[in-house]
Each structure stands twice: as structure tokens, then as C-alpha cells.
Nanobody
Framework: QVQLVESGGGLVQAGGSLRLSCAASGRTFNMYAMGWFRQAPGKERTFVAA????????RHADSVKGRFTISRDNAKNTIYLQMNSLQPEDTAVYYCAAVSTGSNYVYTTPNWYNYWGQGTQVTVSS
């Protein structure tokens, strides 16, 4: 099993930047593909970005391409989401997720993931 703890959320003005972190427990972090999802009030949880277990492949939602970047440091059991040019529509609770896998696949749908963090709030003011 793995436990996930997100950090780095907060309040930022439009055009600003934040970097989210997700720290994972356990000694087999490099066996987990990871993802970031977000959920705005009254809306479903949606895909933001994902990365395979080795870190060599990533996917980003069209709405964040060119602005957000997912990365991971397997030596630190941590993934990151660098968010630039933030806009009010990026306001949401951001969740980190993990799935144990033997493949190098990048998982973009929440149903694949079986471990979730508690979420961190990101609020972008206009």
C-alpha cells in the first residue's frame, strides 16, 4: 500500500504560479504510475496530468497543456505539478493518485487509480 500527501496549494492571482507536491510512503514508489486530478465545486473529478512509473512518459489535459508540467523524483518518492499562468478556472481541489503497475503506461482516467491523497485547495483570483 501507499499513502499520499499533497502540499503546495494556496491562493494566487491570475497569471501566477504554484508548485504542488505529492509525497508517497513506502519503498516501491517506482512501481506506481501517478496522476493529478482536480475537482471544482459541483463538478466531477477530472484529469489534469499523469506520468508513468519511470517518469519517461507524461500526459496533460488539453486545458493545461503548455501551462502545467508533471514530473517525479523517484529517489524522493515525490511527484510534482508545476502550474504556471494560472487562471480562475483552475480553481479546484487537486488530488494526487497512484496505481501499482508492471507496465510503462500512463493512466489518464480516475478509475484506474486505487490510492488517493486528501487533496489540496488551489484558488486563483481574478
Amino acid at each position: 500500500q501507499v499513502q499520499l500527501v499533497e502540499s503546495g496549494g494556496g491562493l494566487v492571482q491570475a497569471g501566477g504560479s504554484l508548485r504542488l507536491s505529492c509525497a508517497a510512503s513506502g519503498r516501491t514508489f517506482n512501481m506506481y504510475a501517478m496522476g493529478w486530478f482536480r475537482q471544482a465545486p459541483g463538478k466531477e473529478r477530472t484529469f489534469v496530468a499523469a506520468i508513468n512509473k519511470g517518469g519517461g512518459s507524461t500526459r496533460h489535459a488539453d486545458s493545461v497543456k503548455g501551462r502545467f508540467t508533471i514530473s517525479r523524483d523517484n529517489a524522493k518518492n515525490t511527484i510534482y505539478l508545476q502550474m504556471n499562468s494560472l487562471q480562475p478556472e483552475d480553481t479546484a481541489v487537486y488530488y494526487c493518485a497512484a496505481v501499482s503497475t508492471g507496465s510503462n503506461y500512463v493512466y489518464t482516467t480516475p478509475n484506474w487509480y486505487n490510492y488517493w491523497g486528501q487533496g489540496t485547495q488551489v484558488t486563483v483570483s481574478s
